[in-house]
C-alpha cells in the first residue's frame, strides 16, 4: 500500500460515483434461512456453525454491494461477541472486502491511554509482523474514542501516518442520548461535540497527515442530529472526512446528511447498515423480490446509492 | 455465582486487607530472560511461542499477587495486538486469575451505540453460551466509555445487573491530555468529568443495582489529578466504587490516592501496573533479589499495597 488514505478514499469514492457505505453488523438470528438452514450451518447451539454462518453471509454481502459502493464498514462488536472465533471471521472478513476492492472501515472505537492505545493501533492499523495475520486482513481506516484526549487518539494518528490509513475520532454519534455528554454546552461556547471537533481539526491538520484530495488521514465519525449543528461542524473541521453513521434504521434520510458535505460534494462517507444488509426482512423488497434475499439486499442498496445521490 | 459485584469485591478487600489491584499490561520485550530464553517461549517471531511466554509470564505473576491482593485488572489490549490467538490468551489468563479467587477486571474500554454495545456486553459481561468459552473466562467487571451517554452504557448496566458482575464507567482518565475534553469547564458549572460523575453516579443509584455493602455494581475510573477536584467527585458519587489508575510508573503515590476514599476507608480499588509487574526492571528491587524476577514482583506488591495502606 503507498497511497494516502484520504486519497485512496476519495478515489474510490469518484470511482463508484457515489459516497456511500455498507455498515456490517451480523446477528445469526436475523440471516436469511437461505443461510442458516443449510448443512454445518444450522445449529444456533453451535460456535462453528454460528460463526461459519455469519461469515457466509457476509461474504454474500461484500460481494453484492461491492459493485456498488466505495466501502464497507465492519462492526467488530458483531464479531467479539463470539470471542476468538469471533475474531479470526472479522479479520477474514476484512480480507474478504479488501480483496474486492473496497475500502474497509474497521468500526472498533477503541482508545486508552497513549501506551495501551498503541496495542490497539498495533492490532487494528499496523502491518502484522507475526501468525497468521495478512496484510489484508487488516482494514485501511477504524473508529476511535476521543474521551482521553490527543494521548488516547496520538498512537492510532502515527500508526495511521505510518502505514496509510485511516483513522475517524467520534465527534458525534448518531444515538438518542448522544448530547447527555456530547450536547453540553462548555463555558467558553460551543458544545462538547463542537470542542471535540475542533480538537480532532487541528490534530487531521498536520501537514504530514495531508492528501493530495485536502483532506487528512484523520476524518471523524458525525451523525446527523440538526442541519445547524451539522453546517457548524463542516464548517470548523475542513480537513476532515465525515462518516456518516445513522442512515436507514436509525431513522436518517437524504436531507439530513447534505450538511455533511462541502458544497462541492466531497467530504462526507454515509453508513447504511441494518436497512441494507436485512432488507429481506423489509415488506418494501420482499413483495418485489420474495425470498431472494441476495436481491433485496443489491436492490436496498442501490436504493441507499440513489438517496443519497439525490441531496449532493 | 450469586452474590451481588460490590459485595464480592468488598468483601474480597476486607479478606486481603487492601484496596488494591495489580493491573497485566504485558509486553513481550519487557519479559523476564528467564521466561523468554525457555524452549518455546524463545523466538520473537513466532506467534506461538510470543503468545505463549507472555501467558506463562501473566500465570506467574498472578500466582505471585494472589495471596496479596484481592484483584488484578487485565488490559485486553496487550492480548488484542497479537489477534484472535492474544484474545484466547486474555480469557485463559482470566479464567487463571479467577480459579485463584482473584476478583478480575476485563480493562475493555469498550462502548459503541447501544445495539452494537449490547454486543460488546455479550462478550465481556455474560455468560458463554456457545464454544469452548468457560464461565470462569469472563471477567467479574469491565472498564466501559461513557462518550455515547446512557445509550451507549445501558448494555453494559444490564448485563452487570443480570450476571452479578460490575462496570467501572470512565469519568477521569490519568493520561496527561485527559484535560483536553474531561477537564473543560461547563456552561452549567463543574467540568466534563464532573458531569459524566453525576450521570454515572444516576445510573449507579437504581435500587437494583445496589449491594448490601452500600455500593453499586456500577463504579467509575477515576483517577486523581488535583486533591480538591477529586474529593469533589468522590462526594458527588457516594454510591460508586472508584477504580483508580495512575499509581507508580504513572506517577502517583499514596497521598495522591487518599482523596478517592471516603473517611471510612472504602469506596475505592487503587491499581498498579508496571511499577509491579517489571519491577526485575527497578534497580532499587534489582539490588535485593539479584535476578530473581518473581522475588521483585512480590516485593513491589508488597510495597505498593503498603503504601495505600499508609493513607487510609
Redesign the interface.
Known sequence: MSQHFADRLSIAIRTKGTPTCVGI?PVYDRLPADITAQDGLDDA????C?VDAVTEYCRHVIKIVAPLVPAVKI?I??F?????????AY?ELVQEARSRGLIVIG?V?????????A??A??HLAA??????EELMIPDAITV????????VKPFIDAADKNDKGVFV?VQ??????????G?????GGT?AE??GR?VNRWAGEPALMGVSGYSAIGAVAAPRDPAAMARLRAMMPNCIFLV?GFGAQGRGGDDVKPCFKPDGTGALVTASRSVIYAYEDTKYLESYASEWEKCVEHACRDFVKSVASVI
Not at 145 to 152: A, E, H, K, R
Request: hydrophobic share 35%; net charge negative.
Open positions: 453488523d447451539d453451535d460456535i462453528e454460528v462492526n462488536a458483531f467479539e461477541q463470539y470471542h476468538w472465533d469471533g475474531l479470526e479479520h468500526d472505537k477503541r482508545a486508552d491511554i497513549g501506551h495501551s492505545s496495542m490497539y498495533r492490532a502484522p509482523e507475526l501468525g497468521e495475520v474514542n476521543p474521551y482521553f484526549g490527543l494521548d488516547g467520534l454519534t448518531s444515538n438518542e442520548t448522544a448530547a447527555e455528554l456530547q453540553q454546552e462548555l463555558a467558553g462538547v470542542h471535540v480538537l453513521p
